[in-house]
Each structure stands twice: as C-alpha cells, then as structure tokens.
C-alpha cells in the first residue's frame, strides 16, 4: 500500500513526457492486456492528446509524492472539430485525459486530480467538460460519483460530459 501524502500542482510544460506516460497508463487499465508505450504514443488517437503540450488553451495538474515523484496527471486539451478525441463533443467543450500510476489508483489521487483540473475549468468559463470512458474502466465510478454523465456511446467506450455551472 502507497504513502497517504501526495500534493496536486499544476503541470508544467516539462511535464509533457510525463504526460505521455498517463496516457499511457490511461489506455492500458486493463490488467493483462498491455500495449506497449510506443505503439501508443505514436499512434494518433492516443498522441494527440500530448503532442505540443502545453499550447494555448491547455491545462493540467500533476499529483506529487512524499519525494516529488510525479504519480498521476488530469489535463484537459481543446481538440478541434477536424481532429477530434474520444470524447470530443463539441468546439468550446475541453476534453480532459487523466492517468495515475497502478499502486496509487484508489487513494483518491484521481478523484484530487479531477476535481482541481473541473474547478480549474469552471474558473476558465467553460460550461460543461468531457472525456471518454472504455466500458469495464472502474474508473467510470469515480467520474459518475463527480458529476459526469454517459451523453453517448461509442463502439466498447461511452463519452461522458460533466456540466460546470
């Protein structure tokens, strides 16, 4: 079991490696089904949501440990309509993309993350925030219990929408 003590800064634009590795962690949820840090960086579904960081619109918080170690990451990116993410739903609409390294996951590193990079966008004036969920992530309770809500369903993924005001 991890160390209680974490702290949620804002990511920097130095983070943008790290944010690669949430990403990654992001998509391999799954235990037992691993795909490999290359194949999907470079893969453009997946790197887009870290290629270029940090440009104007981009924001993000990273969770620290006790030593500084950085061990999740929740950052929200303005896709445009002709390159649109998982959980794109519309111009004006961040799309946020959270990852926490697998011994933090349920000591609510993910749930700090979420709600710092939600108020943070509601003090940006955005509306409504979205992101995309594969069915089976245990990851979908913490974003019901936060306010976000399935607004449509994809082929084995559900794009979720949480309204800020």
Known sequence: MPPAAFRVREATQADGTFLGDMVVEAANWRPGAARPKHQLITDSDHSRYVTGWKQPGDAGFVAVDANEEP???????????????????????????????????????????????????????????????????????????????????????????????
Not at 98 to 126: E, K, M, N, S, Y
Not at 139 to 165: I, N, P, Q, W
């Open 71 to 165: 061990i999740g990451a929740a950052w929200y990116r303005m896709l445009p309509r002709t390159d649109p993410g998982f959980g794109y739903v519309g111009t004006g609409v961040p799309e946020l993309i959270i990852g926490v390294r697998p011994i933090w996951r349920a000591h609510g590193v993910g749930r700090a993350l979420l709600q710092r990079l939600c108020d943070h966008a509601r003090t940006q004036g955005f509306a409504r925030i979205s992101l995309s969920v594969e069915r089976g992530n245990f990851a979908t309770t913490l974003y019901r219990s936060e306010g976000f809500a399935v607004t449509s369903a994809g082929h084995g993924r559900d794009t979720m929408v949480k309204r800020l005001r």
